[in-house]
């Protein structure tokens, strides 16, 4: 049986950067989908120098197919969200990682988020499972969302909600929840400098403890403090009667379970916060009755044990021929 290094080299998905099991397991998931789908390598480039990347997909191919995604109803939407450029004007869709980028999360976000725009009934009956009937009906669904970018009356900076669900709440008035969607992310990268709005909105939202290390403002934390306070300042500024900040992750990404955790112990109250699994949400979705495309972001995203399987595929008939081609890891000509 080939070990889980051995594997990641014929895919093409051993990256230093990789500093966690998660991450490592990620990246190859990633790789051996698109193994899956007969999709051709990408390639990372560094300094002039091109290499194969097994968890990215070819441009100006990518683009063109809008392969990284699930579905045509979820092609769509990113076509008028994305590429149209009066819809995505001031939005931060990292490009071309969006399209070559298997192991990014904003694909993630359309892949799960996106076949709501047609279907907004199951998108409600989910929120409601997950809130507890706190929010009864969603009512539209946006991405990249900020009201107003760097406007002083708001946070005063670019933070936005990867996800954004206008919703009725259970006694029929306005609400939202705003989604901050994790993958592979280990969320240690460098905290964006501190602004003095964010500590007159965390005195207005009222839900902080002391915080003696100034935690929340060095990472891993302070992304996710000021995507909560911009659930605060935009459900006070712009009249909700009820908001909820939810961060989602994989169950397995100890990076941003750790993060959660830590930030909780900070809250003197969760009223205004949740973290939900890309699990919890996928589950309750695939229980509520068959969806082909919730399926496939799960087996895409979540089928770790896809991994141990191809662990346990011994090349067929010692490969044919020693030293010939593996079938798992030959890439397709899906160009």
């Not at 009356?153 to 996800?163: C, G, I, L, N, Q």
């Not at 909560?228 to 500024?237: E, F, N």
């Not at 191809?310 to 490969?319: D, H, I, M, Y």
């Amino acid at each position: 049986m080939r070990t889980l290094e051995e594997l990641a080299i014929g895919l093409h998905a051993l990256e230093a950067v990789d500093i966690s099991d998660f991450q490592r397991r990620a990246r190859i998931l990633q790789a051996l989908w698109r193994v899956d789908q007969g999709y051709d390598c990408g390639e990372h480039r560094h300094k002039g120098v091109a290499r194969p990347l097994g968890s990215r997909l070819p441009m100006p191919w990518a683009q063109e197919r809008l392969a990284n995604f699930l579905s045509e109803n979820i092609r769509s939407v990113v076509r008028n969200e994305v590429l149209d450029p009066r819809r995505s004007q001031g939005k931060l869709f990292s490009k071309p990682r969006i399209f070559d980028d298997l192991l990014s999360s904003q694909p993630l976000c359309f892949n799960l988020f996106a076949e709501f725009r047609f279907d907004l009934p199951s998108a409600s009956q989910l929120v409601r499972g997950l809130t507890q009937g706190r929010f009864h009906e969603v009512v539209a669904v946006a991405f990249e969302h900020s009201p107003s970018r760097s406007d002083p009356k708001y946070s005063a900076d670019r933070s936005a909600f990867d996800v954004f669900l206008e919703c009725k709440t259970a006694s029929g008035g306005r609400g939202f929840l705003g989604v901050e969607v994790k993958y592979h992310e280990n969320m240690l990268g460098k905290a964006a400098d501190h602004r003095g709005r964010y500590d007159e909105i965390a005195k207005m939202m009222g839900c902080f403890g002391p915080d003696p290390g100034d935690l929340r403002k060095r990472s891993p934390m302070q992304q996710i403090w000021r995507d909560h306070m911009l659930c605060g300042i935009v459900r006070a500024t712009d009249g909700y009667d009820d908001a909820l900040f939810v961060i989602l992750y994989p169950a397995a990404n100890d990076h941003c379970g750790r993060a959660i955790q830590s930030y909780k112990a900070l809250l003197t109250n969760t009223d205004s916060f949740a973290a939900w699994t890309l699990e919890e949400v996928l589950g309750r979705l695939l229980a509520d009755g068959p969806r082909g495309w919730a399926q496939q972001v799960f087996e895409r995203y979540c089928d770790f044990p896809r991994i141990e399987r191809a662990l346990a595929v011994r090349a067929t008939a010692e490969q044919a021929v020693i030293g010939g081609p593996d079938p798992l890891l030959c890439s397709g000509s899906g160009r």
